[in-house]
């Protein structure tokens, strides 16, 4: 039997380089986000005189150029430093990979020398150990750590605020927290919220202008010659802006658009092929996400698609009533309800907005479904 992989290898490519059109990607240069790169700079410049900076806590929605902008932060001043007599570390923690504050420490521990086992310690010894490093400094200067904590929102939800605690509390400790969610320092507690005193900086959504100089640079680098028609980086621009200025959906949708052309052995992407690549892209997300739900998070999704069809506008109250229906009598409490439309807004799936409804009427949460109505419908009636 031949090689499965030569039957699989691709002929000719519109591509010369994929790696430029992945959100991890950090190029040499950020596009419109030379305001929020100053900002962060104006903060640490503080280590570049040996002293600790403040903590910074920065908001944005998926896809505004957070994590990226701290990565080219963490460059630019370790670039500058490597020309002070200073010693400063800045290490990037997913928070989506480490969900528990002994599994963030214990990895701040490996990045620093120690090593330390991701499980097995007590949380006390792991803590005494990342404590001690700043003590023993084998370089023989004072050591400066700032922790960049990416989505940190989820480990909070899952793990509670003993991670922020631990760090505001260990001396030459820096904190940056990147949240897609302002409400993330619900789940933070008063006596915590005094040590942090964070400075916040936010990252505006993309416009459409925005989005197309983004992905004309990185398509300069991902593309050959004269493979884009003229309409596909405007197209991929607008349909992105619709999704809140989503700089990760619009790279998502150019290589999603290369990768159809060179299916159809095509030496050149348009605008079809764009138009594809939002069905594929779209099918694909809402589809694995749904699939993959708790039963009860699945019914509450279905009372939002019903109500959705009705073009009724969708309130906490009327969710719940619909969802009791929806779930014959096998129902979750009010409360629980709360908890279900925070994860899936966090998954992309619905947004909420809260409204005023006058003087004396309060203030009124309103639910909004962000994904295909039929695409939907055939997932939650196919399970």
């Given amino acids: 039997m031949a090689n499965i992989f030569d039957d699989l290898e691709v002929g000719k490519s519109v591509f010369k380089d994929k790696q430029p059109l992945d959100h991890r990607f950090l190029p040499e240069n ?15 410049i503080e280590a570049l005189n040996n002293v600790t900076p403040s903590d910074i806590t920065i908001y944005g929605k998926t896809g505004t150029g957070k994590t990226a902008a701290a990565k080219f932060a963490r460059e630019q001043l370790n670039e500058a430093a490597s020309n002070k007599n200073v010693f400063i570390k800045v290490e990037y923690i997913r928070c989506t990979d480490y969900t528990t504050e002994y599994q963030v420490i214990a990895q701040l521990c490996q990045k620093l020398g120690r090593n330390v086992p991701h499980r097995g ?3 006390g010894e792991v803590i005494n150990t990342f404590r001690d490093i700043f003590r023993r400094n084998a370089y023989g200067k004072k050591l400066i750590l ?4 990416d989505e940190i929102d989820i480990l909070l939800s899952k793990d509670g605020d003993g991670i922020l605690y631990t760090l505001t509390r260990t001396d030459n400790v820096s904190i940056l927290s990147i949240s897609n969610y302002v409400e993330f320092k619900q789940f933070i507690t008063p006596r915590v919220m005094s040590s942090l005193r964070d400075k916040e900086i936010v990252f505006p959504p993309y416009g459409a202008d925005q989005l197309a100089d983004i992905l004309s640079e990185r398509a300069s680098l991902s593309f050959k010659e004269d493979t884009i028609e ?9 349909m992105a802006a619709k999704e809140e200025g989503d700089a990760r959906y619009a790279l998502d949708l150019l290589r999603t658009a290369g990768e159809i052309a060179d299916e159809e052995e095509s030496d050149k992407i348009i605008g079809d092929y764009v138009r594809r690549a939002k069905d594929r892209i779209e099918h694909n997300k809402i589809t694995d996400v749904i699939l993959t739900l708790p039963t009860q998070q699945q019914r509450v999704l279905d009372a939002i698609l019903r109500l959705t069809q009705n073009n009724e506008e969708i309130t906490s109250g009327k969710l719940y009533d619909t969802y009791k229906e929806v779930s014959k009598g096998d129902s979750v409490t009010y409360r629980r309800i709360f908890d279900f439309i925070n994860e899936l807004e966090m998954l992309g799936i619905i947004s909420t907005n809260t409204i005023s409804r006058g003087r004396g009427k309060g203030r ?5 479904l962000q994904c295909d109505t039929d695409l939907l419908e055939k997932t939650l009636y196919s399970i």
């Fill in 30 to 44: 950020l596009p419109h986000r030379k305001e929020q790169i100053t900002q962060i700079a104006k903060y640490w």
């Fill in 146 to 149: 700032i922790v960049i904590l």
């Fill in 230 to 238: 003229s309409d596909v980086i405007p197209l991929c621009s607008a």
């Fill in 121 to 123: 310690w007590t949380k």
């Fill in 364 to 368: 009124t949460n309103i639910i909004t």
